[in-house]
């Protein structure tokens, strides 16, 4: 049976001094995941959930279809972690099909290590893990929301490019906000 490598991508220092590493999710992972996204649910900030919590059941059952995904070369999902506790994640999911081609990004990072770099290191890794693993990836794709301005400046910064407006496409703390279409190739 394949296994996921445990083997750490990044190990080094954040802004603020704190000891950050880099890897892939595992099954193991799970009720570590499930506080993080319940936190960051709370926050109501950037991200698809919106205060929902989830239980542990529909947690794995999410961790379990990631580590498929890895194992199958569809995905990559790497944890940032200081002190063993999930502090930020970022993923590239392939589509499939006609834009088999075609990866969705992902990133989140919990508000209390904002503004320490985590972003930009989880970014640049997560792909150069994809550009290596992912062999038929030739574009990725992102939605960022329209009042995010610190995460539309770091994807310009690292070679993503506007292409598309969605009007009112994110509901984000009740109000409707654009959401802003972006990539890179690859």
Known sequence: MKQISEQILYQGKTK????????????????????FINLISQEKTYVIFQGEQLTLEE????????VEGILNNKSIFL??????????????????????????????VSKSCRGEG???????????EAKAKLINLKIVVLSVFSNNPIAQK???KNGFKEYGI?????????????????????
């Open 166 to 186: 969605l009007p009112k496409g994110i509901k984000h703390r009740n109000k409707f906000v654009d959401s802003i279409l972006m990539y890179k190739n690859i």
């Open 154 to 156: 770091l994807y310009l």
């Open 59 to 66: 947690e794995q059952k999410y961790v379990d279809s990631k």
């Open 16 to 35: 603020k001094g704190n000891d950050l590493v880099i890897r892939y999710i595992n099954k193991k992972d799970a009720e570590n995941q499930l506080n």
């Open 118 to 128: 985590i972003g930009n290191i989880l970014l640049k890794t997560v792909l150069k």
């Open 79 to 108: 944890l940032a972690l200081i002190d063993n506790k999930i502090v930020g994640s970022s993923s590239i999911d392939m589509d499939g099909n006609v834009s088999s081609h075609v990866g969705s990004f992902g990133i989140i």
